[in-house]
């Protein structure tokens, strides 16, 4: 029954329903380059409208040490169930612009033959603002079908994209607020669209920045070259030493606290469809590669992993410059799984650098964010209600699956309000998330519209039990 009514709702308001979406695109909200701060509060402020026109009860724009977190609430009775929407209105930037083929704020609809009822290209379009508007309009949905069964809280922050720094003190400051029975998220993947799936584990991160210095200015490679250490050549030799020939991490102790997998769970692990050939068609890459014996799909999903996102120093400009740099730089995060820590692994990736540079160079080695890895049991009822609903818009179970991304919060969740959080994605991770021409499939946006309400509904019955 309730079926029928959700679609007729989604067919009879398809295109504002999209075109809503394509208005919050517009906005550049990218939290990792502070000119966009008044496009950040202009978002934020639209976030709280829409959730006010949709029918929350009390909707507030919540400051915090660095962009406001929109909170907003809909009571229906205070003995039912609280659901408690996690999202975030940040996006990455844009760059590079060049390789994008329409303008990142200026969405447009394109078909391609992954999503051949049409896509939204636009940043942002997947992660999170498409995923996250699926819930302020399956609210409303909810709303207007007077078909709310509990109660529902959302807390949709600006910061994700840089680590969410300040969220953590906001939780701790707003724990009473927060009380609810379950943390729902789209901020994730399914396997396709006619492969459901919900992951039931995310990783962690340590994300570390390393300065090597040389001598104490560039030097003319030719006079000095060949007797005073190049940083930018220790720096590879490092980076290099950190895998072996089995692209297992040397760093000492990096394995200590990683949970292995039993042959059972690996087991379940590989049901997950996986096309190799298809994989690396679509990367345009001629083989795939990384840790010895384990499956690419284990090698992302319960694997931690280093790697370098940046590097440079010297020389980068046009034509040659025989040149013997003073300092190297790079940018290396680690992805983490349970149960290792990101602050633990921070200071042994540390040791282990300053120890083995050799005395020819000094090196500095700095943390920026990072994030616990989380399980999610498929046990719980958040879980179960999450698997049924997908199962009947998909007409297929979802597989239980481990993302490799992270959601930094989604520990604290579990630590500071005791609550689990259901990884409720509907993206693809061909999306092209935090890439050139980042794009939401219709079908997927639609999709989870109609997919969420039925969460809430099946949440509500199996609290009941
Ligand atoms: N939504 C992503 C995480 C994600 C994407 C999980 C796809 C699973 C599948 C999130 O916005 C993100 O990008 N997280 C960052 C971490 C953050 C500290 C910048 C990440 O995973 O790199
Ligand atoms: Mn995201
Ligand atoms: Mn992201």
Redesign the pocket.
Known sequence: MEKSVITSYVDQNKERLLNELMDLLRIPSISADSKYKPDMLKTAEAVKQRLIEAGADKAEISATNGFPVVYAEKIIDPSKPTVVVYG?YDVQPADPINLWHSPPFEPVIKKTEEHPDGAIYARGAC??KGQMYMHVKAFELMMKTNTLPCNVKFMIEGE????SPNLGPWIIANKEKLKGDVILIS???IIANDIPSI?SG?RG?AYMEVEVTGPNRDLHSGVYGGAVANPINILCQLIADCHDENRHITIPGFYDDVLELSANERMELAKAPFDVAAYNKDLDVADVLGEKGYSSIERTGIRPTLDVNGIWGGYTGEGAKTVLPSKAFAKISMRLVPDQGSKKISELFQKHFEKVAPASVKVKVTAH?G?EPVMVSIDSIGYKAASRAMEETYGKKPIPTR??????IVALFKKELGLDSILF?FGL?SDA??SPNEHYGLFNYYKGIETIPLFYKYFTQLNKK
């Open positions: 975030h992660d999170d994700e994209e840089v680590g901020d994730t993947s992951d995310l991160l964010h994030g993302s490799g991304g992270s959601i930094p994605g991770d998330l935090h």
